[in-house]
């Protein structure tokens, strides 16, 4: 990393733009294991953002794969620099004044831990989408456990890489005991009741 760096503050901060916006920035950060339901919930939390006036933008695992992130593989360091990276895109959302929801495996703590330490208190939500794996497997909409139960993907989370359970994630989800709605239900009332959002409003 280069020393001849000078950060230059800006005119416009990021209270500027969150009023600008009439909205409080945050990012909600779903993880779970791959078919827990994260991109679902990420979709209808999104359309429901966007519907009540909202100003969101969804970053989702697979997508961002396919452009700011497609030089990297599936070996930890690489998911590690994976999350680094969509923690610094999100921070600089926030900066904007934007609501930012996103759908990631994230199967390490210190990751999202890391995460975290960028945002204030407040600004970060961790969601963790508590599915069984034996009920992810069953979904499996892109075949991936059984390529991998096979041999033919390695390092897959869930399977022969770890999946390592958040211990302080401000909300959990239950995809094979909740519905869709009462999922966003609850999402909803922890925004509501942190003051994040006012639903009386939308």
Known sequence: MSTN??????????????????????VIWLTGL????????ANALDAY??????????LDGDNVRHGLNKDLGFDQLSRVENIRRIGEVSKLM???GL???????SPYLSDRNMVRSMFDDTEFIEVFVDTPLAVCETRDPK???KKARQGIIKEFTGIDSPYEIPNQAEITL???????DAELSQILTYLAERQLVNLQTV
Request: glycine share 6%.
């Open 34 to 41: 791959s078919g827990s339901g994260k991109s679902t919930i």
């Open 94 to 96: 926030v900066d904007a």
């Open 99 to 105: 609501i930012v929801i996103t759908a990631f495996i």
């Open 174 to 180: 239950h995809t094979d005991k909740q519905t869709i």
């Open 5 to 26: 760096l000078v950060w230059h503050p800006q005119k416009i901060n990021k209270h500027d733009r969150a009023a600008l916006n009439h909205q409080k920035p945050f």
């Open 49 to 58: 953002m966007y519907k009540h006036g909202f100003h969101s933008y969804l």
């Open 143 to 145: 075949g991936f456990y």
